[in-house]
């Protein structure tokens, strides 16, 4: 940035500064080594250690949230747990006052649900008069009320009767959900919306809600000085595996999530005991503990990880693996898949969402048909016996992203001129 150019100011809000992955904190990293002066509103804190620039609301707004959680539990009693999260935000808190949110030249809103944002306090930011990024970390913001679709494409036109729900209600949540969005997107002009995959800005030109607001492709960011290549053989004895040993790993918050595909992997695993090559095959889990039926479903030597709060240890995790696995049945990033990529170890994933983006099949990785577990043990194989390395295209490199948030500004400001 020009010494003589007027310091760009940005607030960013997200539910923690660890939810969304991190993104809002990823993003605030590059933005203040590229002189963006740049804070983080959050509700609650993660307690993770140096963080700067960080504003975490206070105790009413915890409890705000809380019983905001116990509403939607209510009002959502009905929903099927296979079509994941549904969110109709009833309560929240108003952080347009905030000395942040004054001074910024540019307000984005990441994953600000689960109490933080309703969209009353999306309006009162718009009536600021400032632009308003929305940064697309799934769905929720371009349908009635679902982070994810699946198959449905009501969002194209308008939501109503949502398949989430056992009961059949024309005039049910989603479509309340939708008109609330619809009212809102239609009044302002200073809305602008962030998609991180191509397939989501796909959805987002598709649906009805923002099919004629400005919407832009820009990936997710990483810190490429942690998650980095280094010597396999290191990372394994690092972690008490044999060096000779197969390894491959998984990682999700919560590996029962309908959203990110374990009884996929469990079926590839049963599918590849049987064969002589890969008796000497580990299994890495992380991001959730101990489960015992999990454990016994896996014919493998299985180590669970647990969450690893710490990056550094996640990059070692990556670098030990041989193979890392994202069997996830939607996505609209993939945040593991840039992180092994750029630790040098292939993924083996489905054909959905961003995960095209980043893996192309049969060079960094795999992609297997979707929902295939045959095809899922076929990818593994191919990446051991291919010695298939991971690697990422240059489109992903912190730098380049961050120049596309310059751009998106400089759009911004083009329009007031």
């Known amino acids: 940035m020009n010494n003589n150019d007027k310091v760009i100011r940005v607030a960013q809000l997200q539910y923690s500064t660890e939810s969304g992955g991190s993104a809002a904190l990823r993003l605030q990293n590059a933005f203040l080594k590229d002189g963006i002066d740049s804070w983080i509103i959050s509700l609650i804190s993660d307690d993770v250690a140096g963080i700067d620039k960080t504003v975490y609301l206070g105790k009413r707004a915890g409890l705000v949230a809380k019983i905001d959680g116990r509403l939607q539990s209510y009002i959502t009693k009905s929903k099927i747990k296979e079509f994941g999260l549904f969110s109709y935000p009833l309560l929240g808190t108003n952080v347009a006052n905030l000395e942040e949110i004054k001074q910024a030249d540019y307000i984005y809103i990441h994953w600000a649900l689960n109490g933080f944002l309703n969209l009353n306090g999306i309006?009162?930011?718009?009536?600021?008069?400032?632009?308003?990024?929305i940064f697309l970390h799934d769905m929720w913001a371009i349908t009635g009320g679902c982070h994810y679709s699946f198959t449905c494409e009501k969002y194209k036109s308008g939501c109503y009767n949502c398949q989430m729900f056992e009961t059949t209600k024309k005039n049910d949540l989603s479509k309340k959900g939708f008109d609330k969005k619809l009212k809102l997107y239609s009044k302002f002009k200073n809305l602008y919306f962030v998609a991180p995959s191509k397939w989501l800005y796909d959805c987002a030109k598709q649906s009805f809600l923002t099919k004629d607001k400005p919407v832009f492709y820009i990936p997710n960011l990483l810190d490429t000085s942690i998650f980095k290549h280094f010597d396999k053989s290191t990372a394994k004895l690092a972690l008490n595996i044999g060096v000779d040993e197969k390894v491959i790993a998984f990682g999700a918050v919560s590996i029962e999530s309908p959203y990110k595909g374990w009884a996929y992997l469990?079926?590839?695993?049963?599918i590849l005991k049987d064969d002589p090559d890969y008796s000497n095959l580990t299994v890495l889990?992380?991001?959730?503990?101990?489960?015992?039926?999990?454990?016994?479903?896996?014919?493998?030597k299985t180590n669970f990880l647990g969450y690893l709060s710490d990056k550094y240890s996640t990059s070692l995790v990556y670098n030990a693996a041989d193979v890392f696995i994202a069997?996830?049945?939607?996505?609209?990033?993939?945040?593991?898949?840039?992180?092994?990529?750029?630790?040098g170890t292939p993924v083996v994933a489905f054909d959905v969402g961003g995960i095209p983006d980043m893996i192309k099949h049969k060079e960094n990785g795999y992609i297997a048909k979707y929902k295939d577990a045959n095809d899922v043990s076929e990818g593994i194989k191919f990446c051991f016996q291919h010695n298939i390395k991971g690697v990422i295209s240059s489109e992903f490199d912190p730098s380049i992203t961050v120049q596309r948030h310059l751009k998106l500004f400089d759009y911004i400001k083009s329009l007031k001129s």
């Open 123 to 133: 309006k009162k930011l718009t009536r600021l008069n400032k632009p308003i990024i």
């Open 266 to 270: 469990q079926k590839a695993l049963e």
């Open 285 to 300: 889990i992380f991001g959730s503990g101990y489960n015992k039926q999990i454990a016994d479903a896996i014919p493998f």
């Open 327 to 343: 069997p996830s049945v939607v996505e609209a990033f993939g945040y593991v898949i840039m992180e092994s990529l750029y630790c």
